[in-house]
Structures are given as structure tokens and as C-alpha cells.
């Protein structure tokens, strides 16, 4: 894996969203709030957090699912998106470089389409096959990588379980042969023991492809699993990103540390014998998010600092970037 | 712990589902001792029963499920026998239940209080409303309502969903019942809700010294909370054990496949997961032979033949698989 080579690149990327308080108010919920980082060409980049902490939102701005409300987003060292710029390029050609992967198989698929017609329309979109036979070959070489039978191509989506409609949902992503997918929660809507046969297969066909993920879960240890790095966001802004193990065996922030320490270990004496950190109270609105340091109200550690200037992702270790003024030295 | 005496005796319970399409036998067969102020895990994956089996014992299961055989035994009496009023005076009073999503259990035009207020006067404990009302309060700030003579006038919507989940808890227990369902509890809530709701049940089963049955499909959730835990696949326990037993000495195919193929957060290094391939059956055409059989790696002729009936592989601790029949024939060829 080159780790030097940025694929992707987010500078104070935000968005957001309208919502109406009364009958003359408007108010908005700022569901990204200036997130900067960069994926490298190969690596799969996790993103973990509460729900309402903006993930799933930052991963559609990011491949323009939803408009950005500023920020510049380069993807390959092509501008994208600018807002001072005034940069927004037609998204077409790109979509057959960055693709999603939905986390509600069933709610994804058109009902009415059988699979080797969802499949199949990536690739008129694109025209990526010349003739008709060109393109049923194609279909069934994509159902073949994600584990499916070619006479699968016939069926309509609900004659699927949860794991193969999943399967479906990455052979689209891939029929037009992306570089950069954004696995939007892919598993946590299958049982158990599927979840582990997916995140199985797209590790084997990121190996195979050379494929870049943004893998977004709520899951810590899948995206532990699956990460070379992880970046933890909290209430529309990201607070810490570093190596996946490092981040997880020497967390920096506060956030993080109680995440982790909630998450339950299927080992009895280990999880019985652990101190856990419990939060108090809620995570606060999105639209009136507290000042300062956005986790203040609910941060075991805050002191009056926190309370007036908001902190910034700064890299306190190679690599290792965390947001929290109880990290500066002196 | 005291584990001697029985509070809930489920014997060889069938539950089946008369669809269209044809009878779906949920639950087929299966038995377990609960003992008083005990905490039971029942694991499994969706569609294993586990569920299913839980509605039966408060009465709670719809058409076109019912209960076909077998018996559920709670304090020596018969759950499956009693009419449609002492269904009602046993729900509630004995037996409580707290489900996945909080919202759609609570009513959303009354507030906490006279939700709350009306599970203690339907069961006539001879409060007062007055009383009630104390007794609604406290019971509120004990399951960590700050503010609660304020809150008990609110309406659910105006809790979030781990206030409204400690309501639902604060409403299960208010009668004081001896045995406590949970049902996914904690799947609809975030990792840091779900820590505080955890705890918050330990915490109240070690006051209040209720039982539970704790339901779920996470198997952190359960290494932390359960006493002993019970394994389903496809309407059978296929293992049951106490905890550690299960997580560190895990016999049967299926839970060592479970274990096997969850990521971690305290795993060393970054391990490939092994996954257990296939999907689960279909309960409209289950097979012949053992219901993980067509799943599972190590499957044998007679797997796919007969059944496999349990074995005690160790104390308290059985599993339902043909593989330890060979281990012991072994076992007997060496000595």
C-alpha cells in the first residue's frame, strides 16, 4: 500500500442543512461543521461516531450526493468542489470513479428492477459496453466477484436475503470499475454471521482492484478491523484520526476514550473487570451545538478554555491527529 | 448467587407460525431452568426464535403464532394455562418486558406519569393517586431521570432515546415483578446509551434482585451482563452454559463460529475474520438432520441424518451437536 499518494483531499468541507423553527425563523443544522483531512490512494480511511454525529453526511458531501455549503473537495488533483473558487464540476464523469455502497440493502434497490437491471444501468449510463452480449457477460462477471449465480441476473430484489442484496449493492458499485467507494454502514443491517463473509469480500476486492474505502460505521471494532486509519467525529466535527490500532489503543481524546470504553467485549472477565468512563446526558442539537469545544457539555475533563475557544485537529504524535485543548503542552 | 430454586421452568417448548405458505415452527423445542435473581443471555440471529419464545412466556403472541406444545412453568404454575385475567394480573405483576425501540412501546398522546401511573393501578397494589404518583417519581430517579417530578409531566416525545428507554425500564419494574424480559434493549441506542442503559441494569438487578432474560444478538453485551447464556439456531438452543464457559470454552460449530468471526477491539493483531458461510435456513423447509448442518465445516453423514440430542460437555454446560458423540468414542478407544 503507497500511503504517500492523496486520492482524496477535504479542506473545511461543511453542510448544511435547512430546517424551519417557526413560521418566520429559519434555523440550520450544521451536520459537517469544517472537516479537513485526506484519504491516501489504497488505504481504507473508517469514520466512526454516534449517530447524528454528521458521518453519513460527510460521506454523500463528499462524493456531492449532497451540495457541500462550502469547502473544496480535490479528488485526484482535480478540484471538484471550491466554494471561494466557485468550482462545481459536472459529476458525471467522476461517478465512475467514486461509487457508495448504501447501508440499507433492500431500501437501495429498486423493487421493480431485477438485479441484472440495476447492475446493467451503471454501465448504459456510462456505456461501457458496446452490445448487448458484451454487457450480459459483464453482468454476470460482477455477480460472479460478489459471490452470486449468474441465473441470480433475473431475480428481482426481494427474492434476496440481507447478505445477497448487499452483494448486489457492491456489484453496482462496481460495475463501473470506481477507484474510491464510500461504504455508507454496509453491514449493520445483516446478521451477524453475513457481517463477517462482507467485510471478508471487500477486503479481498480492495486487494484485488486497488480500490480506496471511506469506511463509515458506528461499529468500532468491524471498523477497527477493516481501517488502516480511523477518524472519530462527534456532533458534525472530527476530533480525532490516526492509525487504526493507534487510535485504539492510545486514544487522545476524551470522545474517543469514552467510545471505546463503552463498546461491550465479548470476553466476560475482561469487560466485567474494565473501569468505564459513562458520559452524562445527550448529545446537544446540531442546530444550536454548544460553543467552544462542541463535547464540552458532556466531557468529564472541560475547563473554561473548552467552554469559549473551539480547538483544532492538530497532530500531537506523527499522524496522529486529535482536536482538545487538554492536549497542549504547558 | 442462589441458583437452587427454579423461578422459570420452560419444557420443551414448540411454537409455530401458520402462514400461507406453511407452518413455520419458530421455536421447536427447547428447555431451560431459571433460577431466582439469575441473568440468562438467549443469543442467536434474527429469525432463530428468540424472540418468539420470549412472547410466549407473557402471553403476547399473535396469530398467527401459537404455541403448540410444551410447557412453561413460572413458580410451579402453568403459564400456557391461565386465562385471559390472570394473564393480565400475571403480566406486569410477575413478569415484565422491555422491548428494542422505546418509542413505538410508549403511547405518545399520554405523558411518562400517567403511563407510568396506570401500570401501577391496573395491577391495584392499593395506592392512592397521590401515592402513586410518589411511587412514579421514585421510581424515576431511580432509573437516573434527573429531574423527575418535573419530567413525569412529559411526554415521550420530549425524552430522548435513552431517557425513554430508562422510562420504559422505570415502567417495567414498578410492580416490582420478579422476572424481567429484555428484549434488545440496547440495539436501537448508541454505544455511550447503551453503556449507561447496561449499567443501569446491573446496577437494578443487583437492588431489586430480579431475573432477567436478556435477549440479543451482541455478544459483548452479553459476556457482560449474563449469568448463563443460551445459544439459538433456527428455533433450538443448540448451547447453553454459564458465561465464561460459553466465551472461553465454546463447544458447538455455530457459537465457536460466532466468536470466531466478530472483530474485536482487544484483538492483538489484525486477523482475518472466519466467517460462517451460507445463510441461515429456511424455516419453511428445515432440514432432516441438524438445523446448522448444511452451514457447518465439520458436518458428518449422520448430521445431515438425525438431530443431534445434547450432551454435557461440563458442568451446567450443553451442547447439541453429533461431533462430541465422536470425541467421546475417542475419548473411550484411548483408555
Redesign the interface.
Known amino acids: 500500500m503507497s500511503q504517500e499518494k492523496v486520492l482524496l483531499e477535504i479542506e473545511n468541507l461543511r453542510k448544511y442543512f435547512s430546517v424551519k423553527a417557526g413560521v418566520f425563523k429559519k434555523k440550520r443544522v450544521q451536520a459537517v461543521e469544517s472537516v479537513s483531512f485526506s484519504i491516501f490512494k489504497g488505504e481504507t480511511l473508517g469514520l466512526v461516531g ?2 447524528g454525529c454528521g458521518k453519513t453526511t460527510l460521506g454523500r458531501t463528499i462524493i456531492r450526493l449532497y451540495e457541500p455549503t462550502s469547502g473544496r473537495i480535490v479528488y485526484d488533483g482535480t478540484p471538484i468542489y471550491d466554494s471561494e473558487k466557485n468550482i462545481a464540476v459536472d459529476m458525471l464523469p467522476f461517478r465512475r470513479k467514486m461509487q457508495i455502497i448504501f447501508q440499507d440493502p433492500s431500501a437501495s434497490l429498486d423493487p421493480r428492477m431485477t438485479v441484472g437491471e440495476i447492475i446493467g444501468e451503471a454501465l448504459d449510463i456510462h456505456k461501457l459496453c458496446s452490445g448487448s452480449q458484451e454487457r450480459r457477460d459483464r453482468i454476470n462477471e460482477l455477480l460472479d466477484e460478489v459471490g452470486l449465480n449468474t441465473e441470480h441476473a433475473n431475480r428481482f430484489p426481494h427474492e434476496f ?1 440481507g ?2 442484496q448487499q452483494r448486489v449493492g457492491i456489484a453496482r458499485a462496481l460495475a463501473v470499475e470506481p477507484e474510491f467507494i464510500v461504504c455508507d454502514e454496509p453491514i449493520s443491517a445483516l ?7 462482507v ?2 469480500m471487500l ?1 479481498d476486492l480492495q486487494a484485488e482492484k486497488n480500490l480506496t474505502y471511506l469506511f463509515i460505521a ?1 461499529d ?3 471498523v ?3 481501517s488502516n486509519r480511523i477518524g472519530v467525529m462527534y456532533l458534525g466535527q472530527m476530533v480525532e484520526l490516526g492509525e487504526s ?1 493507534e487510535v ?1 489503543s492510545r486514544p487522545m481524546h476524551p470522545y474517543t476514550q ?15 473487570a474494565r473501569q ?1 468512563i ?2 452524562e446526558g ?2 446537544p442539537s446540531p442546530v444550536d451545538p454548544p460553543s467552544g469545544c462542541r463535547f464540552h457539555t458532556r466531557c468529564p475533563y472541560a475547563t473554561d478554555r473548552c467552554r469559549q475557544e473551539q480547538p483544532r485537529l492538530k497532530e500531537h504524535i506523527s499522524g496522529h491527529y486529535a482536536a482538545c485543548h487538554l492536549l497542549d503542552k504547558g | 448467587m442462589d441458583e437452587k430454586k427454579t423461578l422459570l421452568s420452560v419444557k420443551d417448548l414448540k411454537v409455530s407460525f401458520f402462514t400461507p405458505a406453511g407452518e413455520v415452527k419458530a421455536v421447536n423445542g427447547i428447555s431451560y431452568d431459571l433460577g431466582y435473581n439469575e441473568v440468562m443471555g438467549i443469543v442467536g ?2 429469525g432463530s426464535g428468540k424472540s418468539v419464545e420470549a412472547y410466549s412466556i407473557i402471553g403476547l403472541l399473535q396469530s398467527p403464532g401459537k404455541v403448540i406444545g410444551g410447557t412453561i412453568e413460572f413458580e410451579g404454575e402453568n403459564v400456557l394455562e391461565f386465562d385471559e385475567e390472570r394473564m393480565r394480573q400475571f403480566r406486569g405483576n410477575k413478569v415484565s418486558m422491555i422491548f428494542q425501540n422505546p418509542m413505538t412501546c410508549l403511547n405518545p398522546v399520554y405523558t411518562i406519569g400517567n403511563q407510568l401511573i396506570e401500570a401501577l393501578m391496573c395491577h391495584d397494589k392499593g395506592y392512592t393517586k397521590e401515592q402513586a404518583r410518589k411511587r412514579a417519581i421514585e421510581m424515576l430517579e431511580l432509573v437516573g431521570i434527573n429531574n423527575a417530578e418535573k419530567r413525569i409531566d412529559q411526554y415521550p416525545h420530549e425524552f ?4 425513554r428507554q430508562r422510562a420504559m425500564i422505570a415502567m417495567a419494574l414498578i410492580c416490582e415483578p420478579k422476572l424481567l424480559i429484555a428484549d434488545e434493549p440496547t440495539t436501537a441506542l ?7 442503559i ?2 443501569l441494569m446491573k446496577d437494578l438487578q443487583k437492588k431489586e434482585n430480579t431475573s432477567i432474560i436478556f435477549i440479543t ?8 451482563i449474563c449469568d448463563r447464556v443460551s445459544v439459538m439456531y433456527a428455533g433450538h438452543i443448540i448451547e447453553q452454559g454459564p ?2 464457559d460459553i ?2 470454552e465454546p463447544r458447538h460449530p455455530y457459537t465457536k ?3 470466531a ?7 492483538e493483531t ?1 486477523e ?6 451460507g ?2 435456513i429456511d424455516l419453511l423447509n428445515p432440514p432432516k438432520g441438524c438445523n446448522f448442518g448444511p452451514r457447518c465445516k465439520d458436518c458428518m453423514k449422520i448430521c445431515l441424518r438425525e438431530k443431534p440430542p445434547f450432551v454435557e460437555v461440563g458442568e451446567g454446560h450443553i451442547s447439541a451437536c453429533w461431533l462430541h458423540f465422536m470425541e467421546k468414542r475417542e475419548e473411550e478407544a484411548r483408555s
Do not use: W
Request: glycine share 6%; charged share 20%; proline share 7%.
Open positions: 454516534e449517530s436475503s447478505g445477497q446478521d451477524v454471521s453475513i457481517q463477517s463473509q467485510v471478508n477486503e458506528h468500532i471494532s468491524v477497527r478491523h477493516i490500532y485504539c469514552t467510545l471505546l470504553s463503552a463498546v461491550p467485549l465479548p470476553d466476560p472477565v475482561k469487560s466485567r468505564r459513562l458520559l445527550d448529545i | 440471529e434474527s430522548s432515546g435513552g431517557m448508541d454505544v455511550t446509551i447503551q453503556a449507561q447496561l449499567e444478538h451482541n455478544l459483548g453485551v452479553v459476556a457482560e458465561v465464561n466465551f472461553y463460529g460466532l466468536l468471526s466478530t472483530p474485536r477491539l482487544d484483538e489484525k482475518r475474520l472466519i466467517p460462517i458461510e445463510t441461515p
